[in-house]
């Protein structure tokens, strides 16, 4: 099969699904002048703002079951991660030997720029942002995107061979990779998530070792080295999958660590040249809440290092970086009870570590759709550090169940589970949002459940009878 391709006229390519990532996949091909067709599983009616959407970009919509009227006509087609490989649309494709492309293979394909690409089951989109503020404020040109917001495909565009480009990247979109090449590779963790989706632990953990698959010892990866999965692929212990020039970090000294936490300082251990411990930057100067945004430091900071940048100007750099909105983001402190934002905790590890950052009581706000991750660790966690839960949505009155013999009330909207919050919260707690679900029981997104739960927290402050 012919793997080079132009994206160009000469091509006509279909796009499959109509989300973020397909639309955006759209604009730009129409820009290249590919002759498009877009397709999605939902029924048209669902889907009348996309389909004007794709239509303006010069695609012809295609109901998923007439595909197969344009097999004879495609010389490829692009995939939106939120479509799983095994779709029918997609195994029609692949019998009729059409090649199909995650919408991050195009964007490499198309990206003059080198690639630092970051994966991992939580602290991806911090990782990831972390690394644009360090590589910006060592003087370097930076495009971030990626599963972060802006689809990867659209921040490719212009970024020349100095630029470099910064991408979070999912299981999903690393299912289809072919040349994906990162300069470097992040592995951030692994843990139990979109155990929808896959069948095990072992076939999510696949996914990820993806991001690796195609790189060479022009490379790096950095990996973390508390995490069992991810240290077994350490070269001294055989394993050959990682070809990349390998650095690892952890918060405990260990004579395979490249960065590592000790006397409160983040140290680099260098692999190349003078091999002495470099102090880079003070626990206390990372602007981020919880041991876990300590490794999400460490990662972003061995992937600037790689990549040439120097310490002094990192641990500048770093000060300056501010935590992403909905990630343990702070909204207001009301009567000497802090309020947090970490609405994008959307898996039970997210919501531990979460629990772990704060040294005050904590009224949590858990619940939401569940991803197939079990609840039985977040519910220990609760029992171990929650003073007070309110559970909301579909999966609610599990977690309530797995918290027994913590305080625990229901809420069937976020202003009523603030109000309650606050009722059961003294001066000194914290009311922490972080739902360890997806949000699409009750909301559009984990951005509008943030929104919504900072909005109800500013009517706390409003009179009575305003």
Not at 30 to 51: F, Q, S
Not at 136 to 148: A, D, F, K
Not at 204 to 215: L, M, V
């Amino acid at each position: 099969m012919n793997d080079i391709f132009a994206f160009d006229a000469s091509e006509t390519m279909l796009v499959i699904g109509l989300g973020r990532s397909g639309l955006a996949s759209l604009e730009v091909l129409h820009g290249r002048g590919v002759r498009l067709y877009a397709t999605d599983e939902k029924a048209p009616g669902e889907l009348l703002d996309a389909i004007a959407a794709a239509e303006s970009f010069g695609a012809r919509f295609i109901p998923s079951a007439e595909v197969a009227t344009l097999l004879g006509e495609l010389t490829s087609a692009v995939l939106s991660p939120g479509v799983p490989p095994t779709s029918p649309v997609v195994r029609l494709l692949h019998e009729a030997n059409v090649p199909v492309l995650g919408e991050i293979e195009v964007a490499y394909r198309l990206c003059k720029a080198p690639m630092i690409a970051v994966t991992g089951t939580k602290g991806k989109s911090t990782t990831t942002a972390l690394i644009g503020h360090l590589l910006r404020g060592c003087g370097l040109e930076v495009r971030v995107g990626g599963n972060i917001g802006s689809p990867l495909i659209k921040e490719v565009l212009g970024a020349g061979p100095d630029a470099w480009v910064v991408a979070e990247v999912s299981s999903f979109q690393l299912e289809t990779i072919r040349a994906f090449k990162p300069r470097v590779a992040v592995l951030l963790n692994l843990m139990p998530d979109h155990l929808d989706r896959y069948y095990s632990m072992d076939e999510y953990a696949e996914a990820k070792y993806r991001i690796c698959a195609n790189q060479s010892l022009t490379d790096w990866f950095v990996g973390n080295l508390e995490d069992p999965r991810i240290a077994s692929l350490h070269w001294r212990h055989g394993e050959t999958r990682v070809q990349a020039r390998q650095l690892w970090f952890t918060l405990n000294p260990n004579d395979q660590a490249t960065m590592y936490l000790r006397n409160g300082v983040l140290i680099f251990a260098p692999i190349v040249g003078d091999p002495r411990p470099v102090p880079v930057v003070p626990r206390e100067e990372i602007p981020l809440a919880g041991e876990h945004n300590v490794r999400n430091a460490m990662a972003a900071l061995l992937a600037a290092l790689a990549i040439g940048c120097e310490p002094e100007q990192l641990r500048e750099a770093i000060r300056s970086f501010r935590p992403m909105p909905h990630r343990l983001e702070t909204v207001a402190e009301i009567g000497g009870v802090l309020y947090v934002d970490d609405s994008k905790s959307t898996n039970p590890a997210s919501t531990i570590a979460a629990l772990h950052a704060y040294d005050r009581p904590i009224v949590l706000i858990a619940g939401g759709r569940a991803k197939g991750s079990p609840f039985d660790e977040m519910g220990e966690a609760i029992r171990e550090r929650v003073k007070a839960l309110v559970a909301i949505g579909e999966a609610g009155s599990e977690i309530v169940r797995l918290s027994e013999g913590v305080h625990a009330v229901e809420a069937s909207a976020i202003d009523e589970a603030v109000s309650r919050a606050r009722e059961l919260a003294e001066t000194g707690d914290v009311v922490l949002l972080s739902p360890g679900c997806a949000s699409f029981d009750m909301f559009a997104s984990a951005e509008e459940r943030g929104e919504q739960f900072a909005a109800a927290v500013e009517a706390l402050r409003a009179p009575a009878g305003a």
